[in-house]
Nanobody, 123 residues
Framework: QVQLVESGGGLVQDGGSLRLSCAASGRTWNSYVMGWFRQAPGKEREFVATINWSDGSTYYADSVKGRFTIYRDNDKSTVYLQMNRLKPEDTAVYSC????????????????WGQGTQVTVSS
């Protein structure tokens, strides 16, 4: 069992920045791949980024590439999502998740989920 707790969401203006955190705990948490997903009202859940705990390799959705950065702090058991140059279309509930499958962008491949944190970008 892996427990995930997100924090860092909030309201920011168009072009602003936010950093989301996802604290992991539980048995073998560092053997999983970590991902961030988001879901806007009336839309399906969307892949944002993923990182492999062991070697730090990352993968991003095209919509956030060059603006968002996913990284980890192994000592703190925490994965971060640094979001720069935010746009109103980035508004969504952001959730972190853990998967046993390397490089997966499909939410169905993620086994454990956090509760989500709201990000709102005003125009």
């Amino acid at each position: 069992q892996v427990q995930l707790v997100e924090s860092g969401g909030g309201l920011v203006q168009d072009g602003g920045s936010l950093r989301l955190s996802c604290a992991a705990s539980g048995r073998t948490w560092n053997s999983y791949v970590m991902g961030w997903f988001r879901q806007a009202p009336g839309k399906e859940r969307e892949f944002v980024a993923t990182i492999n705990w062991s070697d730090g390799s990352t993968y991003y959705a095209d919509s956030v590439k060059g603006r968002f950065t996913i990284y980890r702090d192994n000592d703190k058991s925490t994965v971060y999502l640094q979001m720069n140059r935010l746009k109103p279309e980035d508004t969504a509930v952001y959730s972190c998740a853990a998967s046993p499958f390397l490089g997966s962008t499909r939410s169905t491949r993620y086994r454990y989920w956090g509760q989500g944190t709201q990000v709102t970008v005003s125009s």
